[in-house]
């Protein structure tokens, strides 16, 4: 288990200043914070929050749990295994291995606290709560469990030059052990004895003397590997560091030793871009810069088990570098010099450049911090002007400047994206549109140099945190999505577009090479995500500047990769079922690029082959009854000989079945009769069709037909089958009637006659070569749409339903599709907003 070094001093810094809860402060025993290693075996604070231990029915066992200080959630559910190896370390830790690689970590605020937990778990697994460690890690034997239980201590050999190959055999045999590990640790920690190495190893040096060097090598190591937060206090002090740095150089199975030392002294220099007045400070960096020197370049790469072991050195630089971002933080002279330089025009460029690394690594720093020191660090930084001097250096020509400014921007954003909101709405106020932060990081995004665009993929997954609901506030006072939003598509959606819009003035991209390519797909994707979260915002723009025609511009792109995602962006708009983006594509034939692509592609089985028919297959299973009766009357010559999908012929299916509604809306009184039998009414609804079942006048009825309540369970035959049969009359009719109505689709232009719908000055719009008693459903104004639910032969507005006509053994019935009970609902709906007599008169009708 990992070694936990103390809880970072901010913990004890809050001890004063408990939550209240019913009036009582909380019991500040029991409050700890929650930690977990993570992949770079760093510690991640989980939260804070107040320990308890009982019985968790679902886990089967005593559990421990804590829950948040600020909002009672449950940070952690751990339910006390008995075979689980917990240790306490330093009176306020408890450290422990819920799975191979998932470390945890109870930090309390008080030993009193922890204590009690302990003797909770020791309880659980029948040990005595005086043991600093429940289990043995590694199995061992009897015997060997019984000698180092009865042995009081490890005795050292005498640290001599003689004796060192004995001492590395020791530290060896130790390091398996848990139980030695701890006697080792012990023994080096009581009795001096790393300095006494040290000298030996100059001695060594001096005589150069390689065996020695080598067995001092295996010593150094293995104390790595104890694990221990006193003996790593010992090894990177001052005096010591660079002389235990001298003994890894030394490596057994190299042939030559290396220059780590050299490298440190001479070649890595430490710039005070700032100068630091503060001497501990200045130790306090250098001593960090080559503890992680030593992880990540003098010792070798760990094995598994040897990773496990490195923990605490991880620990170490983590709660070092908690430090140094906390001394900097207090040191407001050093900040404020910072920015006035960071912001100076006559500062060089090379002094602006250090100066913008430094703030980076500052930032990098921070991710270190527990999340309530975080937010006091990026507050400081706000206040110290941050925003502000990002825009200054992004304005810059050094793109080394402008790609750590990037990076710095980076941390803000994800760590805060409505700090950055609030700045640049207020900054629109005062700035024009070209030297806007988000302009600026949109342009960046657009002029990457890079082939692979990987700076623009980085910028382009800002810009979505930024412009994403999801992560926006809403108070009482304002919205900031409405404003966000509002201030995004009037300042910056333009800039953001301008490419896509450049590229695609023809019938194909102007440009179509591949680092155009990719970016105009990162534009397309960002684009995509604004239609699936924006609404009324993006619906506006794309109908307005017709940026879907645009788009699909792109289908034509020699990159398969972009002519998917403009299919991507149309599908997603398809997606929404939305009349307004129906009519805009249908007023603009932009099915046509789809189709030609389609066509194109031929019979080849691809991934633009599947999307393609998926799109339409979403259409015809969705029963977009706009979309269609476009299709089938535009583009049916095209696609009737498709067969190895049913999707066409389908859809060819669903148009009938609408034309056949609008010319016989008995048909659909019919269908609705007799769903009336079928599900039961409540006690309200049959009154109302009682009362209007007597309201009728006589007058209404036709000669011979008579009107029946939907509630009676007796219906002529004759009078149900009546409206079917002649249905199926005019389906032996369907090879004649599409002559007659379907359009020849001409595909080589949009302005052919024969090939779109012809829109007259009137808000009324018919089929150039129909008659306009069958007029499109969804079309804008016409009787049958969606706007006019009062007409006899309107279309219904649900979405996925339809009746079809089945014939078998020489019965014929209707079949309601999964839907049917939606439509029930809008017919009902409808029912209620007419008169009672008109209700009659439409159902008899």
């Keep these: 288990a990992p070694d936990q070094p103390p809880a970072p001093p901010a913990f004890a810094s809050q001890s004063g200043g408990c939550g209240v809860a019913g009036g009582r402060m909380t019991d500040t025993r029991r409050r700890v914070k929650v930690y977990t290693l993570n992949e770079d075996r760093q510690w991640d604070d989980r939260g804070t929050g107040h320990v308890s231990s009982c019985y968790v029915e679902r886990l089967k066992g005593m559990s421990l749990l804590v829950r948040a200080e600020s909002d009672g959630s449950l940070l952690l559910e751990s339910k006390i295994n008995p075979n689980t190896a917990y240790q306490k370390q330093q009176d306020t830790l408890i450290v422990w291995s819920e799975a191979e690689n998932y470390d945890l970590a109870l930090s309390f605020q008080e030993k009193a606290g922890c204590d009690e ?351 994403d609901p999801e992560n926006m506030l809403a108070t009482a006072n304002k919205t900031e999505k409405t404003e966000f939003l509002g201030f995004f598509y009037k300042h910056c959606m333009h800039v953001l577009t301008a490419p896509l819009l450049a590229n695609t003035t023809e019938d194909k991209p102007s440009k179509d090479d591949f680092q155009t390519a990719q970016l105009l797909a990162l534009i397309l994707e960002l684009l995509t995500f604004c239609v699936e979260h924006h609404t009324y915002h993006i619906k506006n723009y794309i109908i307005n500047k017709d940026i879907l025609r645009r788009v699909l511009v792109l289908m034509a792109s020699k990159h398969a990769f972009l002519a998917l995602c403009a299919l991507r962006f149309k599908r997603k708009i398809i997606g929404l079922k939305d009349e307004f983006y129906n009519r805009y594509i249908m007023k603009s034939f932009l099915f046509e690029p789809v189709v030609k692509a389609f066509l194109n592609n031929g019979s080849r089985y691809n991934l633009m082959n599947s999307a393609i028919i998926e799109m339409f297959e979403f259409i015809r299973v969705e029963d977009i009854k706009s979309l269609t009766a476009h299709v089938i009357e535009n583009y049916w010559k095209a696609l009737e000989d498709v067969d190895y999908v049913q999707t066409f012929k389908g859809l060819k299916l669903r148009f009938e079945q609408q034309r056949e509604r609008q010319d016989n809306p008995k048909l659909d009184s019919m269908r609705s009769i007799l769903r009336n039998h079928r599900y039961r009414r409540d006690a309200r609804t049959l009154e109302d069709e009682e009362e209007m079942w007597f309201n009728t006048d006589e007058d209404d009825m036709e000669d011979g037909e008579a009107v029946v309540p939907p509630s009676d369970k007796t219906k002529n035959d004759e009078d149900i089958m009546d409206p079917i049969s002649k249905f199926m009359e005019r389906k032996k009719l369907k090879e004649s009637e599409e002559k007659e109505v379907l359009l020849k689709t001409n595909l080589s232009g949009r302005q052919s006659p024969s090939f779109k719908l012809s829109f007259s000055s009137g808000t009324k719009s018919n089929l150039t070569s129909q008659s306009s008693a069958s007029n499109l459903p969804g079309s804008p104004g016409s009787p049958g749409s969606p706007g006019s639910p009062g007409s006899p032969g309107s279309v219904s507005k649900s979405t996925s339903q339809m009746a079809a006509i089945t014939t078998k053994g020489g019965l014929v019935g209707l079949v309601d599709y999964p839907d049917d009970d939606e439509e029930d609902d809008e017919d009902e709906d409808k029912e209620e907003t007419l008169p009672l007599s008109k209700k009659a008169k439409l159902e008899s009708s």
């Design 117 to 467: 937990i302990w003797e909770k778990i020791c309880q659980v697994q029948g040990k005595d709560p005086s043991v600093d460690i429940t289990q043995d890690l590694v199995d061992e034997s009897e015997e060997e469990r019984f000698d180092d239980m009865s042995s009081p201590g490890l005795e050292l050999p005498s640290c001599e030059l003689s004796r060192l190959e004995e001492i590395a055999e020791l530290v060896a045999s130790s390091l398996p052990s848990p139980l030695r590990r701890e006697k080792l640790a012990l023994a080096l920690e009581n009795e001096g004895y790393i300095k006494k190495l040290l000298e030996i190893f100059h001695v060594c040096e001096d005589l150069e003397n390689v065996e020695g060097l080598h067995h001092l090598y295996e010593i150094i190591k293995g104390i790595f590997l104890l694990n221990r937060t006193a003996l790593f206090e010992v090894m990177f002090s001052e005096e010591c560091i660079m002389d235990v740095i001298g003994c890894l150089e030394y490596d057994p199975s190299l042939s030559q030793s290396r220059k780590h030392r050299e490298f440190l002294t001479k070649t890595a220099k430490f710039k005070e871009v700032i100068p630091i007045s503060d001497p501990e400070l200045k130790q306090k960096i250098h001593q960090t810069y080559r503890v992680q020197y030593i992880q990540d370049m003098v010792l070798p790469t760990p094995s598994v088990f040897e990773e496990n072991m490195l923990s605490t050195l991880h620990s170490f630089i983590f709660f070092n570098k908690v430090e140094i971002v906390g001394m900097l933080q207090e040191d407001e002279k050093f900040l404020t010099d910072l920015f006035a330089q960071l912001t100076d025009e006559a500062t060089d460029e090379e002094k602006r450049q250090e100066l913008v690394n430094f703030l980076k690594e500052f930032c990098a720093f921070s991710q270190t911090l527990q999340p309530q020191n975080r937010d006091a660090f990026f507050k400081t930084l706000s206040n110290m002007g941050i925003l502000p001097a990002l825009e200054v250096i992004l304005g810059m020509d050094d793109a080394q400047v402008r790609s750590a400014a990037t990076d710095i921007f980076s941390y803000l954003v994800e760590y805060n994206p409505s700090m950055v909101r609030e700045f640049v709405m207020q900054e629109a106020q005062q700035n024009d549109d070209d030297i806007l932060l988000i302009n600026l990081i949109i342009e960046h995004m657009i002029c990457d140099t890079d082939p692979e665009l990987g700076g623009a993929v980085l910028l382009m997954g800002l810009l979505r945190t930024l412009v």
